[in-house]
């Protein structure tokens, strides 16, 4: 109780940690802090030089199976874990692993540091964690750099839990846009790996068992692993934010890695029942510096084709391998919210404003999805002109018996979705899979004719025709989507000047029409068949309107309007601005 380290936390043999080596069941560590100045980085430099190989590290313990305490009655001014841990698995800024039974609860004003592991299992909070009670926490992590081989992330490295209840994950937050977050393979800004587990998975073996590592047959995919059989969802989201609105961002972090990275979570076991909801990532992307991982043999990157059959994909597997170069391609596999989205995993009203680009199969929130991604964003430009298998919200999309969905969601007008090869705005390359109610917010037209009958006051009713048209990406091509509207509304006139020759209305219509996507066509010129129908269409719209009389019959006339349509596939919400002559 009441202890300060202001030293390293580094050894060569296991457990190691800045107040003690291992926390056992039924012990405490109450109102301790560890921390070290290290302002240009220079003692970080020596500590990782002396080779330290010790597993189990962490700031204020290595192994915490008890209760790890910090409150504002503590007489410790320095209220912070921000020391220099390095070690070889599990290494933590705070814990090194933390076990089922391990709780934290701290009031901190920093924890932060820097991590640094030669293995696997590094967070800036938590190397590994398997406790369901810290997931309830709000921390805010702060750390310099993270640095592991795989399972790296900026709060937990891997988090590997047996959870009887479903979990929110809502407090946790990662929050240092200088630090970066660095790893060979399952890297992210919050959690590097996540999955559930059951006793009945785990047959008593060390949960280290149960990740997947990558395989030794040179494609780089992940190694077997045994599915999760638990029926309990773990949902991460942040509850900084709204249901409608996205301020606070979950993870500003860098994310360094060669595969499997994603803003939010790296990747996730497939199986494993996993929601991501309203998160917000605004951490870039890049592949870790030279020399980082000399030998790592994942900066050649993944063989796509390979990854799919080992997920199950067949079809897919089968369909890229007919394209051109596909034996040689290799990936990342990145996502701005979660690099593989599995086939359990939800993905909802998520967005990303990290600079992306230099990586293969990236996707503006998912890398490649599986499971299911709705009403999310991209928010930022991504891509260069070297990058293949780009998507503004994913870059793969596959399906297997449960196909792959992404539902409602949207990339930004005035984002840029740049590649090489198989760039889409909303999917990079689909096979199996299902897209609805997507818009990239595609440049279009809207051409239309109305009558305008006046009342008095300078008010109008007004009666038209309109033709909107909207051209959605789709690989070397784009699909066509247009609506044929009617309408009928009320004009007020709620300004106008001294001579009458500037008006000024505000108007409400009626709408009702036709909505065609692809001219009723189904099948796309590479066979993959459009999953959006035509349809009717209904709804109003919101109306402000100009005339600039040039003479007793002439008027230029200039709108901006907002249209509400229901029962198509192209959104509801449809912004209008254009010019006229009467």
Not at 77 to 90: H, L, M, N, P
Not at 353 to 378: F, H, P, S
Not at 433 to 443: E, N, P
Request: contains cysteine; hydrophobic residues 35%.
């Amino acid at each position: 109780e009441n202890c300060v380290n202001t030293g390293v936390a580094a050894g060569y043999q296991a457990y190691i940690g800045g107040i003690c080596g291992a926390n056992e069941k039924n012990a405490d560590i109450v109102n301790c802090a560890s921390y070290v100045s290290d302002t240009d980085g220079a003692v970080y430099r020596r500590v990782t030089g002396w080779g330290a190989t010790g597993s189990y590290a962490g700031g204020l313990t290595g192994y915490n199976g008890g209760k790890i305490v910090f409150d504002k009655k503590s007489v410790v001014s320095t209220r912070s874990v921000a020391g220099i841990v390095v070690g070889r698995d599990y290494v933590g800024g705070l814990v090194g692993y933390n076990d089922a039974d391990g709780t934290i609860d701290v009031d901190y004003t920093l924890i932060g540091g820097s991590v640094f592991a030669s293995g696997d299992c590094a967070g800036g909070l938590a190397g590994l964690n398997a406790s369901t009670s810290l997931l309830g926490q709000t921390l805010t992590v702060k750390p310099a750099s993270v640095q592991g081989r795989y399972y790296v992330g900026g709060a937990i490295g891997a988090n590997v839990v047996d959870p009887d209840t479903d979990i929110t994950v809502g407090g946790l937050r990662v929050d240092n846009s200088l630090g970066s977050v660095t790893a060979e393979a399952f890297c992210g800004g919050l959690i590097g790996y996540q999955r559930t587990y059951t006793e009945k998975d785990r047959a008593g073996r060390a949960l280290y068992a149960l990740l997947p590592g990558i395989a030794e047959n040179g494609d780089n995919v992940p190694g077997a692993v045994t599915a999760s059989t638990n029926p309990h969802t773990v949902t991460i989201t942040s509850d900084a934010n709204r249901a409608d609105r996205l301020t606070t961002a979950s993870n500003n972090m860098t994310i360094r890695a060669y595969a499997y990275a994603g803003g939010i979570v790296g990747c996730g076991e497939p199986q494993s029942k996993m929601q991501v909801v309203g998160c917000l990532n605004a951490g870039g992307f890049d592949r870790p510096a030279d020399g980082v991982f000399p030998d790592s043999r994942l900066k050649t990157g993944v063989n796509l084709a390979a990854y799919l059959r080992t997920q199950g994909h067949e079809d897919a597997a089968q369909a890229l391998s007919d394209e051109p170069g596909a034996d040689t391609l290799r990936v990342s596999i990145v996502g701005g919210i979660v690099g593989v989205g599995g086939e359990n995993h939800v993905i909802d009203r998520c967005a990303s404003r990290g600079t992306m680009n230099g990586l293969d199969a990236m996707g503006g929130v998912v890398g490649l999805n599986e499971g299911l991604i709705k009403d999310c964003t991209l928010s930022g430009s991504m891509g260069s002109a070297t990058q293949d298998y780009i998507g503004g919200i994913a870059g793969l999309n596959v399906g297997g018996s449960t196909a792959g969905t992404i539902e409602n969601c949207t990339a930004g007008k005035n984002c840029t979705v740049t590649g090489r090869n198989t760039v889409g705005g909303i999917v990079g390359y689909s096979d199996g899979s299902v897209l609805y109610r997507c818009s990239t917010g595609a440049d279009g037209y809207v051409l239309g004719a109305t009558l305008s009958s006046y009342a008095k006051g300078g008010n109008k009713w007004v009666y038209g025709v309109e033709y909107l048209q909207t051209n959605h990406d789709y690989r070397s091509t784009t699909i066509p989507a247009a609506q044929f509207t009617a309408e009928g509304g009320f004009y007020y006139n709620f300004l106008s000047d001294a001579k009458k020759v500037v008006f000024l209305y505000a108007g409400a219509s009626a709408l009702a029409g036709y909505e065609t996507v692809n001219w009723g066509e189904k099948t796309l010129y590479d066979g993959a068949r459009l999953n959006n129908g035509d349809a009717f269409v209904y709804g109003c719209a919101a109306t402000l309107d100009m005339e600039v009389y040039l003479a007793d019959f002439i008027a230029l006339t200039a709108s901006l309007r907002e249209r509400f349509l229901w029962g198509g596939s192209m959104g509801v919400c449809h912004t209008e601005y254009g010019i006229g002559v009467k």
